[in-house]
């Protein structure tokens, strides 16, 4: 008997997929227009909502002749996931399969209010791996790696993810959440080349190890990291900070726990997000209108499956600010990229009348070598006017330059969102560290007006 290696690819392939990969822009839009037209009709005959949702719209799935025509379906969101979930327990009537035919369920992580069940079909789950061997090849791995797995398994979509590294043939240590000494001594023990956590945490657990006696640099072996759930994985000042810590290279990848563990993600050319065209249909449109935006503009991402059967989505509106580009990429591949989250709406602070986000705070904050790197942006109301404070920490424990410090970051702040702060300097470590995702803005109206 030969042994057959899992993954059959030579290690110097550069694509898991290169026809599919390099396509022209013509062929994937006819190829999402095509699975668009079955899965609109997958949808309608088969999951009571949307068949309601859409004849109240006036729409059928006949209709849709070019890309453009989808324009004309309805929008979800999460209140609609949750309501359904609600009218038609226990998985709601967005639902298009027979219960025996759901394999795996995951749920969101529910940050506000009750979490949402996300339901795959068999055929769902394998291509959903199959996806994530595709872009773990993208960014670099390969069946020579060792890769520990340290995001949450439990309820969690991000925790399946860890079947398409081995899909794809590298060593996968099921690691998940491990308290950080425990992480660290499997990084060390075992040489992992590579990990998977948030962004916050690749800088936590790296200076944790620094504390703890261990060079990242030369007593571990990880030489990337796979970052996603906060937006540092696409700020460069953060991504270049995480690198310089650790010695490795740094890739963001984007999740969405109701459709897929990782939608889009980074190439070795790490210039934007590649998206998962063949799986999911992107539109980045204007919040206010529902109005497509121009490529490079900032705008909601609103997501629709193209395969997946159980729980079909259209039209998602998924409350995060991105902005995109379908130029080609250095790599090679064709697919459109998005320049990460610049935030979510729910965290875009308007403060009198600017939109600001805490990545824009973020990219500050991060450059400059006097800082830790953390930052906190508390909002308040005095009288009628909000107030911005923008917390920061000093790298050092000599405060003697700390007004030549609110002087510097207060400039730049203000130069870069149009946005005057108050800026409150902190000795080291006063933030809290983050463990998994980092509350960065504190918003203290609500209780002004309790
Ligand atoms: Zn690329």
Redesign the pocket.
């Known amino acids: 008997m030969t042994h057959q290696p899992a993954s059959a690819r030579a290690d110097d392939a550069p694509y898991w997929d290169a026809a599919l990969e390099t396509q022209s822009r013509e062929a994937w839009q006819a190829q999402t227009l095509a699975l668009l037209q079955r899965h609109l009709q997958h949808a309608y005959y088969n999951a009571p909502w949307y068949r309601a949702s859409f004849d109240a719209a006036g729409v059928h799935p006949d209709q849709l002749r070019s890309l453009d025509d989808l324009r004309r379906f309805p929008t979800i969101d999460k209140r609609t996931l949750r309501a359904r979930q609600d009218a038609a327990p226990p998985w709601g009537d967005l639902v298009a399969v027979p219960e025996r035919d759901i394999v795996y369920i995951s749920a969101s992580s529910g940050s506000t209010g009750a979490p949402t069940a996300s339901p795959f079909t068999a055929q769902d789950f394998d291509e959903w791996i199959d996806y994530e061997a595709r872009q773990f090849w993208?960014s670099g791995l390969r069946a020579t790696d060792r890769y520990a797995h340290s995001l949450n398994f439990s309820l969690f979509v991000g925790g399946p993810c860890v079947l398409g590294a081995q899909k794809l043939g590298a060593l996968s240590i099921h690691a998940g959440t491990l308290p950080s000494e425990r992480l660290l001594f499997i990084l060390r023990q075992f040489q992992a080349t590579a990990i998977w956590t948030t962004p916050s945490y690749a800088w936590y657990l790296g200076e944790t190890a620094i504390r703890e006696g261990i060079d990242p640099k030369r007593d571990l072996a990880v030489r990337r990291i796979f970052v996603a759930g906060e937006p540092g994985g696409s700020i460069p000042e953060t991504r270049a900070g995480i690198e310089a810590l650790w010695g490795a290279s740094v890739y963001d990848y984007y999740g969405l726990s109701d459709i897929f563990g990782s939608c889009a993600g980074?190439?070795?050319?790490k210039?934007?997000l590649?998206w998962a065209e063949d799986h999911i249909h992107v539109e980045v449109l204007d919040p206010a209108t529902q109005a497509p935006v121009r490529e490079g503009e900032r705008g909601e991402l609103v997501l629709t499956t193209l395969r997946k059967s159980a729980r079909p989505m259209i039209r998602f509106r998924t409350g995060d600010i991105v902005s995109f580009t379908s130029e080609p990429?250095?790599?090679?591949?064709t697919s459109i990229?998005m320049h990460g989250v610049h935030g979510r709406l729910d965290d875009m602070l308007i403060i009198k009348g600017v939109n600001i986000f805490p990545s824009d705070v973020e990219a500050l904050v991060r450059a400059d070598a006097d800082l830790t790197g953390e930052y906190r942006l508390v909002v308040d109301r005095v009288g009628h006017l909000d107030r911005l404070t923008v917390q920061i920490e000093r790298r050092h424990d000599d405060n003697g330059l700390d007004a030549a410090l609110v002087h510097r970051f207060g400039g730049h702040l203000k130069a870069v969102t149009g946005v005057s702060a108050g800026i409150e300097v902190l000795a080291p470590g006063t933030l809290p560290r983050a463990t998994h995702k980092a509350k960065r803005v504190e918003d203290r109206r609500a209780h002004v007006w309790a």
Request: proline share 0%; charged share 35%; net charge positive.
């Open positions: 993208s980074m190439c070795e050319a210039d934007g590649h990429c250095r790599c090679g591949r990229r």
